[in-house]
């Protein structure tokens, strides 16, 4: 039987200096000519490096000390930084980790499509601090200190962050981190919380409690207390979405208004932006860049609870909102009666597939946004490029996707890449947010 050797590390913190930034925005430097990534690093620094892991293909490690530090670092706000991960760039000026985002995005157009865009987009940004309205934080009950952990991952990965108080997270959940591990200490199940996924909303704070166990009455209890006092609402989920149940009963739709007066009802489990500063600038531009007028007809693929779509509407003669998950469509199309929209349709569709034969696809669209998932958009360009439309907004969360995207439209379908930029929607990460105008 094959044994797995444990991986010998160099024992001792060794200097080595940083050539570059890897795409999570790690330093990278090299061991013997091996690729080394080391967190906390920056581009020019000499720093002391404790060698943490790797494989055949790279190795990894922390800074422990910077020896030269480059004129782009910044003392890290958070006094977690070092631990969690939640923020991966803290110690990089702001302005230079935005221009790390656009040059990412631009390398990865250089390297996939063999382009640029004819110019480049002021990049979009907004608060980098308390920006997160949405999060999904880790629960952990840890033995050895018979102690119960809420928050983001460590920096390895493995364990969660002991940390009570994040930077990034929207108020008033910042400071409900304590709160809640101090709550979870006191439940029967607590070794049985997996996760809490929290949603702010203009008027509430929605936590969904995710348990491997069943809650008891003491427990359920001790939930309630909690919602009270802190003046939130209080959901549980046993399996998947259909079992999120609220227990605080409330019968108030969660929402949150956006530009134009619109207003959006959401389930806490739909998909919503994370950064609603930076939600409300992005569709801004993105109907600046689109031109909207009073007789276009737009298609918006990949439309969530219709996003983009409702405060397009008030702009143009017609638009067409297609999704795949049908919850979302059906809270969409809600949400368009809710504000009296009535030039907005909705469908469900599965984008990965031929639509030529659908009805939706047979109106004459002139304008075509997209804002796919990571995954990016591959499937359906085909159908678009057979629309009549003379533009395409291409909303981006992965750059390498957009590229290898960009690639199809530009070399193979027609289209030309008029403007491009980046939007700094998760400040403090590496996480690369754009936008691309294409034209034909
Ligand atoms: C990045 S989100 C954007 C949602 C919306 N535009 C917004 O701004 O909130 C991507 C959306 O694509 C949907 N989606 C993912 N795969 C899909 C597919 N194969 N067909 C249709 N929609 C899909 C997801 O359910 C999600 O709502």
């Not at 055949?56 to 890290?76: C, I, P, Q």
Request: glycine share 4%; with cysteine.
């Amino acid at each position: 039987m094959a044994r797995h050797r444990r991986r010998k590390l160099i024992e001792q913190p060794f200097e080595a200096v940083i050539e570059d930034l890897s795409h999570d925005g790690r330093g990278i430097t090299r061991i013997n000519g091996k690729v080394m990534f080391v967190n906390g690093a920056l581009p020019g620094e000499s720093v002391l490096v404790k060698h943490t892991g790797g494989n055949k293909n790279f190795e990894e490690g922390v800074v422990t000390e910077v020896l030269k530090a480059s004129v782009d670092r910044v003392e890290a706000k958070c006094k977690f930084y070092q631990i969690c991960n939640g923020c991966t760039m803290m110690h990089l000026s702001p302005s230079k980790q935005i221009e790390f985002k656009q040059n990412t995005l631009k390398q990865n157009l250089l390297k996939m499509a063999r382009l640029q865009p004819d110019s480049w987009l002021l990049p979009l940004t907004d608060s980098a601090w308390h920006y997160r309205r949405r999060a999904r934080l880790s629960v952990r009950w840890v033995i050895a200190k018979d102690k119960i952990l809420v928050g983001f991952r460590e920096k390895n990965g493995r364990y969660v962050a002991d940390m009570d108080y994040c930077e990034i997270l929207q108020k008033p959940l910042d400071d409900l981190l304590m709160p809640l591990a101090k709550m979870i200490e006191a439940l029967k199940i607590r070794q049985h919380i997996a996760q809490i996924e929290a949603s702010i909303a203009d008027d509430d704070v929605a936590l969904i409690v995710r348990h491997l166990k069943p809650i008891n009455l003491v427990d359920e209890k001790i939930l309630l207390e909690f919602a009270q006092k802190h003046n939130v609402r209080m959901f549980s989920q046993s399996k998947g979405p259909k079992t999120i149940f609220e227990l605080t009963k409330s019968t108030k739709p969660l929402y949150f208004d956006m530009l134009d007066g619109i207003r959006m009802e959401f389930l806490p489990s739909d998909f919503i932006q994370v950064n609603a500063g930076m939600n409300e600038k992005m569709i801004a531009q993105a109907m600046d860049l689109l031109d909207l007028q009073k007789e276009d007809v737009v298609l918006d693929l990949f439309c969530g609870l219709g996003n983009f779509t409702l405060p397009f509407s008030k702009k143009v003669k017609q638009i067409v909102g297609i999704e795949g998950e049908k919850s979302l469509v059906e809270r969409a199309i809600h949400n368009a009666k809710l504000n009296k929209l009535d030039n907005v349709k909705f469908e469900v569709a599965d984008l990965r597939r031929n639509h030529e034969n659908s009805e939706w696809f047979k109106v004459n669209y002139n304008k075509v946004l997209i804002d796919p998932p990571r995954s990016g958009a591959w499937e359906v360009l085909p159908l678009i490029a057979k629309t009549k439309a003379k533009y395409l907004l291409y909303v981006s969360c992965h750059p390498a996707s957009l590229a290898r995207d960009t690639d199809r439209l530009v070399n193979h379908l027609g289209f030309k890449l008029i403007k491009a930029g980046v939007m700094d929607m998760f400040p403090h990460t590496s996480h690369v947010e754009s936008i691309a105008l294409f034209g034909r």
